[in-house]
């Protein structure tokens, strides 16, 4: 069991990992055996994230007998895509940022990157 106390966006995420793996929605209770299965976790601090996720239309539900069953609205990837540009839109110079971020990356990723970019064209 592990000692250290997670933040809440750490537990979104972990939430959103269970989701993302079992490929179907999920009571608040089958995911909390998944989460607590390694650490003590209120039931209680799942229903809450989930909660949260919902409210910020990361999640959608529908009742599933006297609970209500959760799944992701997008995937694991464009979650990632979206943070990206959450973080982007927080930077002054994006271009600056975006050259930064480019020539931080290992030589792969970066042709990778490049790849991804040849392919969408010249955008009007």
Known sequence: ??????????????VLEVLWAA?????????????????ALAYTTVMTILTRLWEKDELTRRK??????????VGRDQRVAQRMRAVLGAAEDHTLALN????SLPD??????????GSRGPQR
């Open 1 to 14: 069991m592990s000692g250290r106390k997670l933040r809440s966006g750490e537990l979104e995420n972990q």
């Open 100 to 103: 930064a971020f480019a020539d």
């Open 64 to 73: 599933d007998g006297r609970a209500y069953a959760y799944e992701p609205v």
């Open 23 to 39: 490929g179907e929605p999920m009571t608040p209770g089958a995911v909390h055996e998944v989460v607590a299965a390694d650490r």
């Open 108 to 117: 792969e990723q970066r042709a990778a990157l490049r790849k991804a970019l």
